[in-house]
């Protein structure tokens, strides 16, 4: 649910937006005001609360800021940023399990810490939204993944079915902070704004061990490099970073000389081409080498439409084949291991541990995962990916219901098909139709 900004705030997003906009020279000199004004902090706190989120290093939680106070505690961190005496708190790491069976770390930093981020971001986001690309999709107001999807099946529809499908290693953890802080200067002038965000680039990160013994690194500021995912700032500044590689990419004339489309979304971006994929490899090797940032060479790829396919944002793009007239065309489909994902997650919500949860709110629980699934994954063809989810649900959620009520057998006469979706109200994915534009 997106939260409406309170129309002060509003007015001054306008403002600074106007401004970057009309002038792209121009560099703000006064915004470390703006972070802690007041109206900008409540909104921060509700967006933040908003998106929820565990605890950080110190514990506190939403909650316990509702029993302290909320406006108390708000206005004690305005005057912390006001007297320039708030420091950031190390940023908790946790690792979230990837489908290859590897860990991707996570960093999450305290309430305050994320309050005062959000703040900076309602602040910053409109000056930086005027300067990025079009090409950029991820992160910004009414863009979407689906918009990058989107544009990738119209470039290979009109020709460019050379595709140089890139992947950067650990793209969040190695942007260099020199650069970065670079890019950051050419539109802000306010030291103290800039050396807000050097502390947070520069926050130690603290783990817990098997052993439940704490440690704290500062790689980030000995390296200097590194943004942590989780961190509400993260997501401007690496957009900000990566707008260096596809301004670069242009402005060098690699767009016009190759006939090469970059499109992005996060650090996900592929480069279509026409005949020209093994020239626009080598040269995005070149920039990603200049930008101190590494191409993933084992999931880097050049594929070459129709005959090769390749995986964008979730979804397979190659060749597909018309169900009423045979004819083949350059098609879009939920790939499979976003299909085997959704089982997996099926599974694990009927799995025995649930046994006790009631049966309205279990299958109320999985119709949102189905639901949120299929809004995502509505483009394209994708009837055999929804007859597959519904199917592996119905047997999943039938075995289960089996082992709650003590049914012996497959239980397939009790709870049938038509029981689940007609009397449980279990969502049926091959009855909502996919989008084809």
């Known amino acids: 649910m997106s939260l409406p900004t309170l129309p002060k705030v509003q007015k001054l997003q306008d403002a600074l937006h106007a ?34 989120g565990a605890a ?13 106070g909320v406006k108390k505690w708000l206005g ?12 950031p708190s190390p940023v908790r790491r946790v690792y979230i399990p990837k489908p290859d069976g590897k860990q991707r770390p996570l960093g999450i930093p305290t309430i305050k810490d994320r309050v005062v981020m959000m703040a900076a971001v309602l602040v910053l986001e409109p000056i930086f939204e005027a300067d990025l690309q079009p090409e950029q999709h991820a992160y910004r107001p009414g863009r979407s993944a689906l918009d990058a999807v989107r544009q990738v099946h119209s470039l290979l529809n009109s020709g460019y079915t050379e595709v140089v499908d890139a992947d950067l290693s650990g793209y969040f953890d190695t942007i260099p902070h020199p650069e970065l802080l670079k890019s950051l200067s050419r539109r802000i002038s306010d030291q103290q704004m800039l050396r807000l965000i050097k502390m947070w680039l520069e926050t130690s990160v603290e783990e817990i061990d098997d052993r439940g013994r704490r440690h704290r690194t500062t790689r980030n500021k000995d390296e200097r490099r590194g943004c942590p995912q989780g961190a ?18 242009k402005t060098l004339g690699h767009q016009q000389r190759l006939g090469a489309r970059i499109v992005n979304y996060a650090d996900d971006f592929v480069i279509c081409c026409r005949g020209t994929a093994d020239e626009a490899m080598h040269v995005m090797r070149n920039i990603m080498d200049q930008l101190k940032l590494t191409v993933n060479e084992t999931k880097t790829q050049l594929c070459k439409l129709p005959d090769e396919s390749f995986d964008f944002l979730g979804y397979t793009l190659g060749r597909r084949y018309s ?6 065309y350059i098609g879009t489909r939920p790939s499979k291991k976003k299909v085997q994902r959704l089982c997996r997650e099926i599974s694990e919500m009927t799995s025995r541990r649930w046994l006790l949860k009631d049966v309205e709110k279990q299958v109320a629980a999985i119709n949102r995962k189905l639901t949120g699934w ?17 199917y592996h649900t119905v047997r999943r959620l039938r075995q289960w219901l089996c082992q709650k009520h003590k049914v012996r057998g497959a239980g397939i006469s009790r709870f049938s098909a038509e029981y689940l979706y007609d009397e449980l109200g279990l969502v049926r994915l091959k009855r909502m139709k996919g989008n084809f534009s």
């Open 374 to 390: 299929s809004n995502y994954f509505s483009r394209g063809p994708v009837s055999e990916a929804y007859g597959a989810v519904d």
């Open 232 to 249: 509400p700032i993260s997501p401007l500044l690496s957009n900000l970073y990566m707008r260096r590689f596809i301004l670069g990419w």
């Open 76 to 87: 004690e961190l305005e005057e912390e940023l006001r007297t320039k005496t708030y420091r």
């Open 19 to 52: 401004k970057a906009k009309g002038s792209p020279r121009f560099r703000f000199y006064t915004l470390y005001d703006k972070v802690f004004r007041a109206d900008v902090l409540w909104m921060a706190h509700r967006r933040c609360q908003t998106n929820g």
């Open 323 to 328: 169900p009423k007239t045979g004819r083949a």
């Open 56 to 68: 950080g290093v110190d514990g506190q939680t939403f909650d316990d800021l509702k029993d302290y």
